[in-house]
T-cell receptor, first 114, second 114 residues
Framework: QKEVEQNSGPLSVPEGAIASLNCTYS??????FFWYRQYSGKSPELIMS????GDKEDGRFTAQLNKASQYVSLLIRDSQPSDSATYLC??????????????FGSGTQLTVLP | DAGVTQSPTHLIKTRGQHVTLRCSPI?????VSWYQQVLGQGPQFIFQ???????GRGNFPDRFSARQFPNYSSELNVNALLLGDSALYLC?????????????FGPGTRLTVL
């Protein structure tokens, strides 16, 4: 099992629709969860961070965390063509020995159709 | 405020050569992490440094090494380059190590090994 798994995609939604991106993780004691957006050829940029169970809203973006189910999601409301990008889920997970490090999923490619 | 900076932007090397990549963190950030991202995958953790000490190492061969300087900038060195080392190398900075804090990424260095 991969440490952080995302819907492989690609995901296509029409402009104005809600895009739903999902992520599961393996480490039950992870405490920090992040969503990054990455445009083609560019570096990842932070969209949301979430640390507690429940929903966190920022503009058109809502992150949802359920630690019991080891699940984190990102909802994008009123999707725009400019939202077309790869979305990366990242979780702080025990990596080398006892050190915790940020571990990324492989990303979900989102296309918003005009 | 300046974000994370990396140099060079692009680099072309041949197999067997050595390469040094450089990173300057956001002012006030003391932790620097290095990631390798190959096409179609999420960033893979290579190293993390905090206060000039290595705090974590990913599953990369000993050909990869790094260090952090007193001003918190960092270098990533790769010896005996292989074709498979071709990737986008990302540097990220944060206040603290361990993946708990938000990590902010630089623009990356695109390395091509011929």
């Amino acid at each position: 099992q991969k440490e952080v798994e995302q819907n492989s995609g690609p995901l296509s939604v029409p402009e104005g629709a809600i895009a739903s991106l999902n992520c599961t993780y393996s480490d039950r004691v992870s405490q920090s969860f992040f969503w990054y957006r990455q445009y083609s050829g560019k570096s990842p940029e932070l969209i949301m961070s979430i640390y507690s169970n429940g929903d966190k809203e920022d503009g058109r973006f809502t992150a949802q965390l359920n630690k019991a189910s080891q699940y984190v999601s990102l909802l994008i409301r009123d999707s725009q063509p400019s939202d077309s990008a790869t979305y990366l889920c990242a979780v702080n997970i025990v990596s080398s020995g006892s050190a915790r490090q940020l571990t990324f999923g492989s990303g979900t490619q989102l296309t918003v159709l005009p | 405020d300046a974000g994370v900076t990396q140099s060079p932007t692009h680099l072309i090397k041949t197999r067997g050569q050595h390469v040094t990549l450089r990173c300057s963190p956001i002012s006030g950030h003391k932790s620097v992490s290095w990631y390798q991202q190959v096409l179609g995958q999420g960033p893979q953790f290579i190293f993390q440094y905090y206060e000039k000490e290595e705090r974590g190492r990913g599953n990369f061969p000993d050909r990869f090494s790094a260090r952090q300087f007193p001003n918190y900038s960092s270098e990533l060195n790769v010896n005996a380059l292989l074709l498979g080392d071709s990737a986008l190398y990302l540097c990220a900075s944060s206040f603290r190590p361990g993946g708990e804090d938000t990590q902010y990424f630089g623009p990356g260095t695109r390395l091509t090994v011929l």
